[in-house]
């Protein structure tokens, strides 16, 4: 029996990775591109990717957030895309 033997991680998680859908909103986001976080104060900015935001939605649209409807995934999406801005608002305070 080896003297370090390692605990191995199930490979099913049971619990998913965002807790709201608002979380997993803006995590699609983040991986299709369509948002970006300021590297210096952490804020989240549209990035004016049109491509991106409809790789968003058609990722939303395939694999919506358990227990939603792809409707109200889209919803999400929507609300998140209206609420960030174009860019830092530290930034411009600089």
């Known amino acids: 029996m080896p003297l370090h033997s390692q605990r191995k991680l199930p ?3 049971t619990r998913t990775a ?3 859908l608002q ?3 803006l995590g699609t986001l983040i991986e299709q591109g369509a948002v970006s976080e ?3 104060h952490g804020h989240r900015s549209d990035r004016a990717d049109p491509d991106a935001w409809n790789r968003a939605r058609e990722e939303a649209w395939r694999t919506a957030f358990p227990g ?3 409707e109200a995934c889209m919803a999400a999406l929507e609300e998140i895309r209206f609420s960030i801005g174009e860019s830092c608002p530290d930034c ?3």
């Open 11 to 13: 490979l099913n998680a």
């Open 38 to 40: 300021c590297e210096h």
């Open 92 to 94: 411009r305070s600089d």
């Open 68 to 70: 939603a409807t792809p």
């Open 18 to 20: 965002y807790r709201t």
């Open 23 to 25: 979380g997993w909103a």
